[in-house]
């Protein structure tokens, strides 16, 4: 699986409540199971200096992923997670000095 690192430039402008086109969540550990697993990552909102809503785009089967996860039944390379969890939190990080 071939993986694409983005920069805050290619994040969109996404409203807060657009539940049709795209999934939010504020969990790091599924944000991070969703970038193994090669979905979109659109956007991050801020909330707090540690806490972010990480939006991805709606695709066809990443509710049944976020399930899987739930039921501890996703599997995802060890590395890709550790690696996507170390990225999201150093942008949740970076956040606080490019945007207020």
Known sequence: MMHTT???EDFEDVPPNDYK?????????IAATLVSKG?????INKISET???F????ETNIEAVVD???????????LDFANARKN???RIYAMRYFRR
Do not use: G, H, M
Not at 55 to 58: G, N, P, T, V, Y
Not at 68 to 78: L, M, R
């Open 51 to 53: 806490k972010a809503t």
């Open 6 to 8: 983005q920069t805050a």
């Open 55 to 58: 939006i991805f785009r709606k």
């Open 68 to 78: 899987a996860f739930w039921s501890n039944k996703v599997e995802v390379y060890p």
């Open 21 to 29: 086109n795209f999934y939010y969540c504020s969990d790091i550990e």
């Open 88 to 90: 999201l939190k150093s």
């Open 39 to 43: 979905f979109q990552l659109a956007s």
